[in-house]
């Protein structure tokens, strides 16, 4: 399965990252099938650490979650975050016996390939007595969390809400 390496997956995130976020929040609620997380430091825990925190509780047996896809390779856990090919639909499958989690090929493209943005040139370097005076990146207000609405709306609509511990999150409205 390739991925589009274009302008376009980035561009689908500028506005509405937080509602594929949430959604995949859900499903890797339910793969967990009621065992703690325990996410791999990294996008993935800056991401879902917190709320997976106060969703599940903490303890043995967890079961680790990193992502896995194409050109990214298969890390040595029990849940992948796998992308879902924009066009086919079709969800990458890890060789390893992990179990796999889709999630929106785009935000999956943003953790396992952060745009890298730099204020130096790409190539050589500025000549000798000039200087930059381009503004910093900005950066956002507030920390990226999952959608709170999208988690309830796709735990809604997956058979294993009927499961007491997923209703009780459900219920919960987290």
């Known amino acids: 399965m390739e991925l589009l390496a274009t302008g376009a997956l ?17 499903r890797v609620v339910v793969a967990a099938g009621g065992a703690p997380i325990e996410v791999v430091s990294g996008p993935v825990a800056e991401l879902f650490g917190r709320a997976l925190g106060a969703l599940l509780p903490g303890g043995e047996g967890a079961k680790r979650l990193d992502l896995a896809g194409p050109g990214f390779g298969e890390p040595a856990t029990d849940l992948v975050l796998v992308p879902v090919h924009p066009q086919t ?23 396992a390939f952060p745009p890298h943005r730099t204020r130096l040139p790409a190539v050589g370097g500025l000549p000798a007595g000039v200087e930059r ?6 950066h956002p207000r507030y920390s990226f969390q999952p959608s709170r609405e999208a988690f309830r709306y796709t735990l809604a609509r997956m058979p294993a809400v009927k499961e007491p511990r997923l209703r009780a999150i459900y219920d919960r409205g987290c």
Request: aromatic share 8%; no cysteine.
């Open 10 to 26: 980035w561009h689908r995130l500028r506005e509405y990252r937080d509602i594929p976020a949430g959604v995949a929040l859900a």
């Open 89 to 111: 639909g079709d969800m990458w499958q890890p060789r390893s016996g992990a179990v796999p989690v889709p999630m929106d090929a785009a935000l999956w493209a943003e953790l």
């Open 133 to 138: 005076d381009d503004p910093l990146p900005t």
